[in-house]
Structures are given as C-alpha cells and as structure tokens.
C-alpha cells in the first residue's frame, strides 16, 4: 500500500511511455485499479500544475486514487510542522508564488492510512523533505526503483 508523491508521477509519465514499457504499466494500472497506490488532493494540483501533459491527462481521469485530506490527516499535518525544524519544508519561494506543497498531506495519508510514501525525494542529515518528516514519524519512505523492485 502506497502513497505517491508527485515528483514519481512525473518521472513516471516522462520517461516511462506506455508504448515502450506495457508490463510496468499494466502492473501500476492494477495496483491503481485495487486501491493499492493513492495519492492526495494536492499531488493532483501539483501534477496539473507540471510539464508532463500525459500525466495531466492522466490525473483528470482518474476517480478515487487523489484523496481529500480528512480530520486524520489535519491533525497530522498540524503534528509534522509542530516540529519547528520542519517547518523548513514549507518553502518561502512557493508560499510567495503561490505555489502549492502536497508533502505534508502526502505523509498524512501515509501515516494515519499505515501505507508507504514514494518520492524521488532523498534522505540528508539535518533535512526537512519527506524522507526525514518520514523517518521522524516512523513512515516507510521509498524510492521509486524501491518500489519497482517490491512490486516485481
């Protein structure tokens, strides 16, 4: 069980295509299908927001895998920044353009759902991104290739 962030999606849908790896989509379309990877609200404006149009195309399609955060994952996200240290995470740049920031909810769903984060994200000593908001709460936090080689 899953939650992907947006940043897999995007490496997903721009260097993976359809045409050229059926086997890897047809297994990420059956997990989808069985609810096994989900995603947030707020991955899909970051996906609609992207460079990738087949994952905007996709994204519009899809019923049921973004999920609207709930009181659960509220609380959650309200724990993750009462971390003063991450409150970093939240980046000045995007707040003034009015950007959009899905991994607090991302983590959220992770956490209150007992599901695994996928992010292109890595893990630095003293960092604020999601493998380290993941490793504070105890959220399994994989890569993408992680996640390839769990799922065959």
Known sequence: ???FDTSPLIKLFEN????????LWDRFDGLVADKRIVSTRE????CN????????DWVNDQDGFFHTPGAAEGTYVGLIYSVPHFQQNIEQRKLLN???????FII????TDNRAVV?????????????NICAHFGVECLSVE???EREG
Do not use: W
Request: aromatic share 12%.
């Open 98 to 104: 009015g950007g959009r920031n899905a991994d607090p």
């Open 1 to 3: 069980m899953y939650v």
């Open 49 to 56: 927001d992207g460079p990738a149009d087949a994952l905007r």
């Open 146 to 148: 992680q996640f390839m």
């Open 43 to 46: 991955c899909k404006h970051e």
């Open 16 to 23: 993976y295509y359809r045409s050229r790896f059926p086997s």
């Open 108 to 111: 959220a769903k992770a956490g």
């Open 119 to 131: 992010t292109m994200e890595r893990f630095k000593p003293n960092g604020a991104k999601i493998p």
